[in-house]
């Protein structure tokens, strides 16, 4: 059983940077595709990053060329760099396996806000 905890959120000026962290509890290698979602308010929750085992990448076209995700296997931890903050970027985010989220690993996510 994985558990996952996500940290790093806060509030940030447009055009801010955020560094979130995912720990596992477990070991997350046996998950071979990790994402990072998020679910503004009054919306659905969203896939925006996903990284494989073996570190390729794919991004929401909303947030391409401005957030980053990347992997520690060793660390049991997944990481999104997020760059170049803009208002609409404010929500929860979560990470999970990828593309649609283990039932039982969804945490409490991290507040992300982006405002002046």
């Known amino acids: 059983q994985v558990q996952l905890v996500e940290s790093g959120g806060g509030l940030v000026q447009p055009g801010g940077s955020l560094r979130l962290s995912c720990a596992a509890s477990?070991?997350?290698?046996?998950?071979?595709?990790m994402g990072w979602y998020r679910q503004a308010p009054g919306k659905q929750r969203e896939l925006v990053a996903v990284i494989t085992r073996g570190g390729r990448t794919n991004y929401a076209d909303s947030v391409k060329g401005r957030f980053t995700i990347s992997r520690d296997n060793a660390k049991n931890t997944v990481y999104l760099q997020m760059n170049s903050l803009k208002p609409e970027d404010t929500a929860v985010y979560y990470c999970n396996s990828a593309p649609s989220g283990i039932a039982d690993y969804w945490g409490q996510g991290t507040q992300v806000t982006v405002s002046s």
């Open positions: 477990g070991s997350i290698f046996s998950i071979n595709t």
